[in-house]
């Protein structure tokens, strides 16, 4: 079966600290992976997505994902946060033919001063 | 260009009630999902819709259905209203060959 895990329910970090928020995937098929962000009172933003070829991407903001077939993962990183990145970051694979969809429960993201 | 609109914003219902949410894509796009955003969790895929025709459905009883109009626009129906229907639903668009999804804002639909 299709799922997404994100293992951490929330993480804070300091502003300026780096950031990785975990995210591992199980499909049947090639993935296309995902990362979106959700600010509260806010829809879901695109960071970055993953279909083929280089397995480090890079998304806006300044953030980036590594995929690791081998571990089936897809973990996001920052290297320097941001006040403004406090937010909820969701991770989701998608099936080739587009016509499936699905989230992780998403990682909330606290940044202290 | 707009982005993905919802209406309405906010609802209130009433447990065994019927309720319409609507959506329009950004111009351009043919093709509409719908996702159910419980408190605490990610978004749940219930649908996809491409030019009219249902191309992708989740795990959601009958109760919830949905259609594309002809200007691409999307409805989703759910009847007979449980408490825990209570959720944020996200719509969101794409293109006809993308999986770039973009989301609207969602509409707040609280079952009392």
């Known amino acids: 079966a299709q799922s997404v895990t994100q293992p951490d329910i929330h993480i804070t970090v300091s502003e300026g600290a780096s950031l990785e928020l975990r995210c591992n995937y199980s499909y049947g098929a090639t993935p296309y992976l995902f990362w979106y962000v959700q600010s509260p009172g806010q829809g879901l933003q695109l960071l970055l997505k993953?279909?083929?070829?280089?397995?480090l991407v890079q998304g806006i903001k300044g953030f980036e994902a590594e995929f690791k077939r081998s571990q089936s993962s897809f973990n996001l990183r920052k290297p320097s946060v941001h006040w403004s990145d406090a937010a909820e970051y969701f991770c989701?694979?998608?099936?080739?033919?587009?016509?499936?969809?699905?989230f992780g429960t998403g990682t909330s993201l606290t940044v202290i001063p | 260009d707009a982005g993905v609109t919802q209406s309405p914003t906010h609802l209130i219902k009433t447990r065994g009630q019927q309720v319409t949410l609507r959506c329009s894509p950004i111009s351009g796009h043919k093709s509409v999902s719908w996702y159910q955003q419980v408190l605490g969790q990610g978004p749940q895929f219930i649908f996809q819709y491409y030019e009219k025709e249902e191309r992708g459905r989740g795990n959601f009883p009958d109760r919830f259905s949905a259609r594309q109009f002809p200007n691409y626009s999307s409805e989703l129906n759910v009847n007979a209203l449980l408490l825990g229907d209570s959720a944020l639903y996200l719509c969101?668009?794409?293109?006809?060959?993308?999986?770039?999804?973009?989301f609207g804002p969602g509409t707040r639909l609280t079952v009392t």
């Open positions: 969101a668009s794409t293109t006809a060959n993308s999986y770039e999804q973009y």
């Open positions: 989701a694979v998608g099936s080739i033919t587009g016509n499936q969809f699905y």
């Open positions: 993953y279909f083929s070829g280089d397995t």
